[in-house]
């Protein structure tokens, strides 16, 4: 472990680490950033300790069940791609780096809610040692047919997405772990939408968009779940408001709009389920 | 043709928004492929964003003020996407029409929730201004949908953290993901494998921004003043 690169991820969450760590900040901030590799050689292994005592009585229990909860479903999803990357038959070229790009980035959020969690002193939850990565049997050919795996993996990152979603409310008012849950969340639904986005142009699922329309729309039955919920994606009601009695053009607006321009949230005990066949708990 | 009409008289109401349509002059001299960033950038030196004067329409304090930023920014998104709709660039093919479409739709959806969630604490309908945008060119339309929906983004995110209700925070979690998807989408059609881009920082956590550094990028499309000062403090 690189002791440099932690406290500066921990710093992109906490810009006042060093302050925690120490009140003589600048003199820390200095030794770490820029003191030679045989001086933080000898740096004896309390690290964690420190960061423990930094911010063991900060940061509350429900926060860290939450980035828990991230991790656990960010280590399936890196492996996903990480095993389908190597496994699955993705045409070489821009769908290849596409794949690449997104298990890098899983590898990020991976190595990230390692370390915030670390720092918040709590030890991160462990990758499980195999997945069923067919879910039981229900797509036994996700790493033989690229058009199941891309299948899968919108499945996943629409799930993804919603999880976040799903717990975001726990994380009220916490500037630092609220915006980083938030980003991520963000990122998954970017990587839904490029999922997605290449399942139509590759024709695998011709008139899929980049957002949900209407609730399951992969065309695979068995994932209604992950589109269900007691909040599918179907709703037309937000907060009381019911989207299609409202204005649009020409009209009201319609069931598709109004099911795609709103995500819906998934709970912890809906998500678990859903990823239960998969090994992931 | 719809876009001279435009022209001549200086506003016209379109749905809730009155377009402030741009000048022939400007219309004209304006660069195909301008990047919109760069536009954003060089707005943001103007004299006339003063989004964060205490002068101007009142976003409000509370949770009803962040909501009101977002109808704000909801407004700017959804008058945007009318213009490009109805003013379509060339060469934009039937997929791109149809996408363009629905995330008229979308925006249109989002702003008149907020409208409707806001109720009688809803800011008034803003004044649009797209003089720096070339709606002709395919380039400077998705370079700015892409600025957009980025802001958009990083709009959300960075003020979820204010919000005090968590059913708010709910609201703003199913619509940022949405405009998230746009901004992905937006991406790939001007350029594969895009979708992420510059918007994520090392550890593919997306960028977030506080609401001035936002309305003082998307104040150089609103001609409407807007006062921000009565929001939340982080």
Sequence with gaps: MNIITILEDIEKVDGEVYERLNPRRKAMQQFFRFGSKAALAAIPLGLGAMLNKAYGQTVPAGVINVLQYALTLEHFEYRFYERGATLAPIPAGADKTAIEMIRDSEKKHVDFLKTVITGAGATPVAEKATYDFTAGG?????????????????????????????????????KVFLTAALGIHAVEARHAAKIRYMRRVSGQAATIKPYITGGNDTGIAAVNGNYGGATPESTVNQAGVIITNLPGVGGNISVDSATEAFDEPLTAAEVLALVAPFGVS | ??????????????????????????????????????????????????????????????????????????????AFYTQVVATPYSGMNAAETSFMTDIRNHEIAHREFLKAALGSKAIQALEVDFSKINFTSRDSVLGTAKAFEDLGVTAYDGAGYLLKDANYLLLAGKIVSVEARHAALIRELISANTFLGDQVDSNSVNLSRTPDEVLTIAGAYIKTKINASNLPKG
């Design chain 1, 138 to 174: 229900t797509f036994p050919t996700v790493f033989t047919s690229y058009a199941t795996f891309l299948a899968v993996a919108q499945v996943l990152e629409d799930t993804g997405v919603r999880a976040y979603k799903g717990r975001a409310g726990e994380l009220l008012g916490q």
């Design chain 2, 1 to 78: 043709m719809k876009q001279k009409q435009l022209v001549d008289p200086p506003y016209e109401k379109k749905g809730d928004i009155i377009v402030q349509n741009m000048p022939r002059r400007r219309f004209f001299t304006q660069a195909a492929g301008l990047a919109s960033i760069a536009a954003l950038a060089a707005a943001c030196d103007k004299d006339d964003n003063n989004n964060n004067m205490s002068s101007g329409v009142d976003l409000g304090s509370g949770d009803f003020g962040i909501l009101n930023y977002a109808y704000a920014l909801e407004q700017l998104e959804a």
